[in-house]
């Protein structure tokens, strides 16, 4: 009687938790509670503390250093309550207070040796926090989940073996969707079936598995599944009202050799919305049909209000935003980011459907554009509601390739499975390899400014209610700018390059901008043939915050 | 000791082919304890045949250009052309990875001796390149 009257109470519990909100109902703007601050993507902080008057008075105010450099620090922190929550190398997770820098706790969970062996190293965009825990997605394939106040281990639970799945390892952290707590993999360039998988976020019972790789023998011939790359590495986002789900999947594996794959390849190089409860697809919207090269999906979404419809303005690597209808995947509009773009004549604006490909042909050397990092690499851009605006960084870089049969049993766990002779990023044709930072209207693409750069910006950005743009690029120089009209107001140096999320908070009623600094990236080893400078850039790890005297 | 490891059953004295067996695992546990030698008889053939060199060219292009940059030519750490490397060393850390400060390369240990070589090859042949000269 005792044990079903516990077994009761434990259930009422949970669904008591399961109702509970995950962030303040109250958003006055001091906590980054989500990874791109909330769920529509915009990563912009409402604070305006700091604005275009005050920004230049800008001064360091702590710094709190990881100890790890492997791989630079490319998290985006979580702020809750004046508590900053962030992951550094190798899984280092600490608990920083937000007005001192001090440390409150630091944990690292013991990896498994194979983490040395693989591609993606050492590097994490971030955590996540909600039901008192802290959650991380480990580099040898665990979700762990931390007591928010300790840091002591709630509960551990090992979701994929990476000895048989090349490159099933989380490089992004799980995110929330209620009491789901869900992550996908990398590996959507080696030889192997990419998931997104589920789990009960106050227990980690296993909850269900969405796999990027269709079972139609028509999308995938064969068992040409089974190492078809696929899997969704970048945060999925919340849609609360519909209880669903949105996140964009890997591209298809071998990424250029498309030939002995034939069919359209789902789900990969698409945005799906998934049922939270139970992982099923309640919409696809496949932007690269039988991508052949390596045009991921998984960039953020970014919701905006256009006609009394809520729509997402979403980036493809390939270079095209498709606008689409939040409710059911249908297409609204389709634009190019790129300007340089050949791997397609253009795209239906009104269906997504792709005009005149230029698909790679085996022993033809080809130069396609964008290159393999796209248009933008996965570091966001930001939205700003007062100015309608949305800010990114941008490239325009092109693939010089020859695609080729490669034998999937010979990829090592650190291999890619390209399917390439010859790899190199080159200038675009009739123009020199280029970078900026754009204002845009997200749904139409019109450019409201834009600003060159040197070498591509490799930060996300971040937009703010003080009416300011801060993104920062591979030397370590953080910028703000002007939102309205990209004036440079401020710069600082931080010592090494950003690849992380810059992020705002207050604490005790006073507003920080928080920098992650630390260069480590994959980018420069696929673009220094186009930026030379890019090569040898120093490494670093220091999570810096600035606030006014 | 080896009839047991062979499973087969057990007899006094142990057989030429087990014998065989025994040396061959003691060399190659002190090979091993010696670090990353090679079994490849003479690695210098390998390093020097053209039909080897394009092998491993392709290979890099495969597994090490997208860090190593297009031909050597740079990306996360400084070039690979021009330089002055010795052989056992490309090989050792081919085998065995790295890790310095922010960067790290993994292992490539799968691949075989004799592939590993290859890209030895191909790697010294950099160092032979026009531009090296200026």
């Known amino acids: 009687m005792f044990k079903k009257f516990c077994t009761l109470g434990a259930a009422l519990l949970v669904g008591v938790m399961a109702l509970s909100p995950i962030v303040a109902t109250a958003d006055d703007g001091s906590d980054w509670p989500r990874y791109h601050r909330l769920d529509n993507g915009w990563r912009y902080s409402p604070l305006g503390q700091i604005n275009t008057d005050t920004v230049k008075n800008l001064k360091v105010a702590w710094i709190h250093q990881p100890g790890d450099i492997q791989h630079g620090l490319q998290a985006t922190p979580i702020i809750l309550d004046g508590i900053v929550y962030y992951v550094g190398a190798n899984n280092n997770v600490f608990a920083v207070n937000g007005a001192s820098g001090e440390t409150i706790w630091h944990y690292q969970p013991e990896l498994d040796p194979i983490v040395r062996r693989v591609f993606y190293q050492a590097a994490t965009r971030g955590v996540t926090v909600g039901h008192g825990m802290v959650y991380l997605g480990t580099l040898d394939g665990r979700f762990i989940a931390l007591d928010q106040k300790t840091g002591k281990v709630v509960w551990s639970r090992q979701i994929t073996n990476l000895e048989e799945c090349y490159g099933c390892l989380f490089s992004s952290p799980p995110q929330l969707a209620g009491n789901v707590l869900y992550g996908g993999t990398t590996g959507g360039d080696q030889p192997q079936r990419g998931k997104v998988y589920a789990v009960n976020a106050l227990t980690g019972e296993p909850a269900w598995t969405f796999d990027t790789i269709s079972d139609d023998p028509k999308s995938w011939p064969g068992d040409t599944g089974e190492v078809g790359g696929g899997g969704a590495w970048l945060p999925g986002q919340y849609d609360e009202k519909r209880d669903s789900i949105i996140i ?219 009416g300011l743009v801060f993104n920062g690029d591979v030397h370590g120089k953080v910028y703000a700018y002007n939102a309205e009209n990209g004036n440079e107001l401020w710069s600082f140096n931080t010592g090494s390059g950003i690849r992380s999320g810059i992020v705002s908070y207050s604490a005790n009623g006073k507003q920080y901008l928080l920098v992650p600094s630390g260069f480590g990236s994959h980018a420069p080893g696929f673009m220094a043939t186009a930026f030379p400078d890019v090569v040898g850039l120093p490494g670093g790890a220091a999570l810096i915050a600035f606030a006014l005297d | 000791m080896c009839s047991a490891l062979l499973g087969q059953p057990q007899i006094n004295k142990p057989s030429m082919s087990c014998q065989r067996i025994i040396f061959t695992s003691l060399l190659c546990l002190g090979l091993c304890i010696a670090g990353a030698t090679t079994l490849v008889a003479n690695p210098k053939q390998i390093i020097d045949d053209p039909t080897h060199i394009e092998a491993g060219k392709i290979r890099f292009a495969q597994n090490c250009a997208y860090c190593h940059g297009a031909q050597g030519s740079g990306g996360k750490h400084k070039k690979l052309q021009c330089r002055d490397f010795k052989n056992d060393y490309l090989f050792d850390v081919i085998t065995n990875g790295m890790a310095r400060g922010s960067y790290f390369m993994p292992p490539w240990d799968h691949f075989s001796e004799e592939k590993r070589w290859e890209l030895v090859a191909y790697l010294q042949s950099l160092g032979k390149l026009e531009q090296c000269n200026g």
């Not at chain 1, 496949?286 to 953020?300: A, G, L």
């Not at chain 1, 935003?321 to 995947?329: E, I, R, S």
């Not at chain 1, 700003?384 to 090592?412: D, F």
């Open chain 1, 248 to 466: 964009g999947t890997s591209n298809a594996a071998p990424d250029f050799f498309g030939s002995i794959r034939e069919g359209d390849n789902k789900y990969t190089a698409s945005l799906v919305s998934l049922d939270a409860p139970t992982g099923n697809v309640k919409w696809y919207h496949q932007e690269v049909p039988h991508d052949v090269w390596d045009y991921d999906s998984s960039y953020e979404t970014v919701t905006v209000d256009h006609n009394g419809r809520e729509v997402m303005a979403h980036l493809n690597k390939g270079g095209f935003v498709t606008v689409l209808d939040k409710a059911d995947g249908s297409v609204v509009n389709v634009w190019p980011l790129s300007e340089t773009y050949n791997w397609v004549e253009s795209i239906d604006p009104k269906t997504g459907k792709l005009i005149g490909r230029n698909d790679p042909v085996e022993g033809k050397e080809m130069t396609l554009c964008p290159y393999l990092l796209g248009v933008r690499s996965w570091n966001h851009g930001a939205y700003s509601p007062k100015t309608g605006l949305w800010y990114t960084n941008a490239m325009e870089v092109c693939n010089r390739i020859i695609a080729a049969p490669q034998n999937h049993e010979e990829v090592g766990l650190a291999g890619l499975y390209l399917g390439v002779s010859v790899l190199e990023a080159v200038d675009p044709p009739n123009s020199k390899a280029s970078a900026r930072l754009d204002a845009r209207d997200p749904v139409t693409g019109d450019v409201k400014w834009s600003i060159d750069y040197p070498i591509p910006g490799l930060s996300s950005v971040l937009a703010t209610g003080g």
